[in-house]
């Protein structure tokens, strides 16, 4: 029987899209006493994202944490995301100082993996019905607010009300659309290919990703010997790839710098990719609605962020509404106090991703912190956390870290007695 402050919902939260983070709110605003639905457009419990990095970003482990997963990742075989980055000023790679805490991580585990997982742990969660084959085919409005859902499900149409509705349903995100809200565009000039490989042996056994000014490229390892392998490059390349998608795709991977020996390795995988993926951003928020993961915000894949942001923004809004969504508060201040924590933490980020975008060689101050991080181990470890998104961008680039990395090139310069022509002093 329904609460009295819950009468006229089915329920008080509904949720479209049972990714990461869907799945992930829908356990999160549960525990906090919420009822939920969390609909699936696909039928299949073990469907997952096939066009992924399958990475999270070590800013995202207390979340993992948290929903109780770190045990059963590791029991799957996921691979903590340790990395090492080339640049033409040679490798950086980030190393715990002497006596220090070992580096912040999360991990690499294919979403064939991942999703299911979790997924489960959110249909086994007192509170949440995870209801697969349910298609969200239009908004149920009511006074210039969200207040429920259309949906195609097997057993035909069917309307499901409730207090607040949830779009994880990606970066075409139907719930976006038709809510109304708008999508700021900002376009990604790099095509991306990736594949999966058995028995491609990587330095030190960890991560790495080419810095190529403007192409890119990384290989992460990943659960049970598997190794996913990603080539961005600048879209100039494009009419190449068309006329050869797999020999444009090994071409590219043997001209890398120590390249990984791909010829000896096994390919488990089609070669898939998209030439156009361009970086949306939306506000998260409508009267009714929230947006989480790449609804609200799709980064370059090159970054592996997607995954990490969608399990952050998914805590962020249930800490922020779950009161209000089960009747005990205002949702509106509620959704108005996630949007801002999402503006705060998010948008720095996507503003310089999106100028990275552009598929341009390295500005003066990028030339400036990756040369010196590929010469000092401290620089290096400063890189990380902000590849790990654990610092923003004012953090990554403030007066003290810039002044670091100006006094490393100098004694740089000073040991090679060559004279400063740059940022880079070179």
């Given at each position: 029987?329904?609460?009295?402050?819950?009468?006229?919902?089915?329920?008080?939260?509904?949720?479209?899209?049972?990714?990461?983070?869907?799945?992930?709110?829908?356990?999160?605003?549960?525990?906090?006493?919420?009822?939920?639905?969390?609909?699936?457009?696909?039928?299949?419990?073990?469907?997952?994202?096939?066009?992924?990095?399958?990475?999270?970003?070590?800013?995202?482990?207390?979340?993992?944490?948290?929903?109780?997963?770190?045990?059963?990742?590791?029991?799957?075989?996921?691979?903590?995301?340790?990395a090492r980055w080339y640049t033409r000023w040679g490798w950086i790679e980030p190393k715990p100082a002497p006596a220090g805490p070992e580096l912040p991580y999360a991990y690499n585990i294919r979403r064939s993996i991942l999703d299911p997982?979790?997924?489960?742990?959110?249909?086994?969660?007192?509170?949440?019905?995870?209801?697969?084959?349910?298609?969200?085919?239009?908004?149920?409005?009511?006074?210039?607010?969200?207040?429920?859902?259309?949906?195609?499900?097997?057993?035909?149409?069917?309307e499901i009300r409730a207090r607040l509705v949830v779009g994880a349903d990606g970066k075409d995100s139907a719930v976006a659309k038709f809510a109304g809200v708008p999508a700021q565009s900002h376009e990604n000039k790099r095509l991306g290919y990736l594949a999966h490989f058995r028995g491609l042996p990587l330095h030190g056994g960890i991560g790495q990703t080419w810095f190529l000014e403007p192409d890119m490229a990384y290989a992460f390892p990943n659960d049970d010997g598997v190794t996913v392998l990603a080539v961005l490059p600048d879209k100039k390349r494009l009419p190449a790839f068309r006329e050869d998608l797999e020999g444009s795709f090994l071409a590219f991977v043997r001209a890398l710098p120590e390249a990984p020996p791909i010829d000896s390795a096994e390919r488990i995988s089609k070669i898939i990719g998209t030439i156009d993926y361009p970086l949306h951003s939306r506000k998260p928020i409508a009267p009714g609605l929230a947006l989480v993961g790449d609804a609200a915000l799709t980064g370059d894949p090159l970054w592996g962020v997607g995954c990490g942001w969608a399990l952050q923004s998914a805590q962020w809004l249930a800490e922020a509404v779950a009161a209000a969504a089960a009747g005990r508060g205002d949702l509106d201040k509620s959704l108005a106090a996630y949007a801002r924590r999402h503006g705060r933490r998010l948008r720095g980020h996507q503003a310089m991703a999106a100028d990275f975008a552009k598929a341009r060689p390295f500005n003066p101050i990028e030339r400036l912190v990756f040369s010196a991080a590929a010469r000092d181990e401290s620089v290096a470890r400063h890189m990380h956390l902000f590849a790990q998104r654990l610092i923003g961008p004012l953090r990554f680039l403030n007066p003290v870290a810039l002044a670091r990395a100006s006094a490393v090139n100098i004694r740089h310069l000073g040991k090679t007695g060559r004279t400063p022509s740059g940022a880079d002093g070179r």
């Open positions: 029987m329904a609460k009295p402050e819950s009468a006229g919902y089915d329920y008080d939260v509904v949720i479209s899209g049972a990714g990461l983070a869907g799945s992930a709110a829908a356990i999160l605003l549960a525990r906090r006493g919420v009822r939920v639905a969390l609909l699936e457009r696909r039928s299949d419990p073990e469907a997952y994202k096939v066009l992924c990095t399958h990475s999270i970003t070590a800013n995202a482990y207390p979340v993992l944490d948290g929903l109780g997963l770190v045990p059963a990742l590791e029991k799957a075989g996921a691979v903590r995301n340790e997982l979790i997924r489960s742990r959110a249909a086994q969660t007192p509170g949440v019905d995870l209801l697969l084959g349910h298609q969200v085919t239009g908004l149920v409005r009511e006074a210039g607010r969200t207040a429920g859902v259309r949906a195609s499900t097997p057993q035909g149409e069917r």
